[in-house]
T-cell receptor, first 115, second 111 residues
């Protein structure tokens, strides 16, 4: 399977714990995006990378959230001191951008439940 | 910031019916995406378009740039089309590649 993969698919954690999610993009794609989707809502942009550089961050990304893409390939999203409001589906997408817009390919998501 | 609105929020159709889902946005875009999300969360990109019309199988997407409006049509709908359909806009601001998403339209096709 050469699509975008995310691990784990599901994560249940207790409030206050740290969690880390991983995204493996399509191999030749230079852009990688993280989104968050809460129940009944559309996804919301969190951050994006062009190669290893983090170029945009949403105001939704509080200082408890950090994302990295150290070698321009896979990315990790860490949430420290989780809160119940962090419960959501975390989606990753990648693209090989040309011009001013790009077609993003989405992973299956990681569903986080904070108890 | 772009505001993306979809209608209807929920749609129930009989198998075989022609379906239309609408999407409007508030500011200029470089591209509009239609996405399909099945239960369990996986998202599949259906179309990316910046003008005119695209067709893939029974799916047709159109966009009217002047009216800031796009539609997704499904011909001869089938129960396997049941999913949430989401439109998302790429803002045309230079250097911004983030997508702004609508809340989605939940489609249920009944046999």
């Amino acid at each position: 399977d050469t699509g975008v993969s995310q691990n784990p698919r599901h994560k249940i954690t207790k409030r206050g714990q740290n969690v880390t999610f991983r995204c493996d993009p399509i191999s030749e794609h230079n852009r990688l995006y993280w989104y968050r989707q809460t129940l009944g809502q559309g996804p919301e942009f969190l951050t994006y990378f062009q190669n290893e550089a983090q170029l945009e961050k949403s105001r939704l990304l509080s200082d408890r959230f950090s994302a990295e893409r150290p070698k321009g390939s896979f990315s990790t999203l860490e949430i420290q001191r989780t809160e119940q409001g962090d419960s959501a589906m975390y989606l990753c997408a990648s693209s090989l951008a040309t011009g001013n817009s790009d077609e993003q390919y989405f992973g299956p998501g990681t569903r986080l439940t904070v108890t | 910031k772009n505001e993306v609105e979809q209608s209807p929020q929920n749609l129930t159709a009989q198998e075989g019916e022609f379906i239309t889902i609408n999407c409007s946005y508030s500011v200029g875009i470089s591209a509009l995406h239609w996405l399909q999300q099945h239960p369990g969360g996986g998202i599949v990109s259906l179309f990316m378009l910046s003008s005119g019309k695209k067709k893939h199988g029974r799916l047709i997407a159109t966009i009217n740039i002047q009216e800031k409006h796009s539609s997704l049509h499904i011909t001869a709908s089938h129960p396997r089309d049941s999913a949430v359909y989401i439109c998302a806009a790429n803002d045309s601001g230079a250097g911004s590649y983030q997508l702004t998403f609508g809340k989605g339209t939940k489609l249920s096709v009944i046999p």
